[in-house]
Antibody, heavy 122, light 107 residues
Framework: EVQLLESGGTLVQPGGSLRLSCVAS????????MSWVRQAPGKGPEWVSG????????YYADSVKGRFTISRDTSKNTLSLQMNSLRAEDTAVYYC???????????????WGKGTTVTVSS | YVLTQPPSVSVAPGETARIPCGGK??????VHWFQQKPGHVPVLVIY???NRPSGIPDRFSGSSSEHAATLTISRVEAGDEADYYC???????????FGGGTKVTVL
């Protein structure tokens, strides 16, 4: 069964850093595009970042570019999101999601994890 | 690029709900639709304009024209009450975008 399990969310002060992880099971991370999507309280989903299966295509939303870094550890079948210079507006549930194909782009993620909560507050 | 959805749509049980998603020249983009019930993860209900993932009832369908895509829910049931989001890929910026969402209320 294809599953995604996020972890790493917690309370962090503004300006701080946090690293989220997403362990994939039931499939090989390097064969599919993956993304991070966040959802602030009471708001709709917001795409954050995406990476192709080969890791040769990486994209970021303008709101996080230069502060967040997406990466993969294929030996651990784990997707990560390094978040630096965190702001109050980064407070959200962060989901990792799996695309149906190798490339990242014009597709829809059909498998989502249950999410991990990041709260940025002093 | 901006996707525009009405905040809410109300429909009686057994009737048809139509949820529009507007965007410039959206007809040339692939549109995907997600359903999200309170406290739950988004679920893909339509991909590539009008395709249903396995397990999604055929009461859900999608269509697209030049300036709007539409998610149609036929024979609406109480269990269809949820927020619905459209999503596209903007090839000019290499960004995925979600619409603001439409809350479907079953009367």
């Amino acid at each position: 069964e294809v599953q995604l399990l996020e972890s790493g969310g917690t309370l962090v002060q503004p300006g701080g850093s946090l690293r989220l992880s997403c362990v994939a099971s039931g499939f090989t991370l390097s064969s599919f595009g993956m993304s991070w999507v966040r959802q602030a309280p009471g708001k709709g989903p917001e795409w954050v970042s995406g990476i192709s299966g080969r890791g040769d295509e990486i994209y970021y939303a303008d709101s996080v570019k230069g502060r967040f870094t997406i990466s993969r550890d294929t030996s651990k079948n784990t997707l990560s999101l390094q978040m630096n210079s965190l702001r109050a507006e980064d407070t959200a549930v962060y989901y990792c999601a799996k695309d149906p194909i190798l490339r990242f782009g014009d597709d829809a993620p059909g498998v989502w994890g249950k999410g991990t909560t990041v709260t940025v507050s002093s | 690029y901006v996707l525009t959805q009405p905040p809410s749509v109300s429909v009686a049980p057994g009737e048809t709900a139509r949820i529009p998603c507007g965007g410039k020249n959206i007809g040339i983009k692939s549109v995907h639709w997600f359903q999200q019930k309170p406290g739950h993860v988004p679920v893909l209900v339509i991909y590539y304009d009008n395709n249903r993932p396995s397990g999604i009832p055929d009461r859900f369908s999608g269509s697209s024209s030049e300036h709007a895509a539409t998610l149609t829910i036929s024979r609406v049931e109480a269990g269809d009450e949820a927020d619905y989001y459209c999503q596209v890929w903007d090839s000019d910026t290499n960004h995925r975008l979600f619409g603001g969402g439409t809350k479907v209320t079953v009367l």
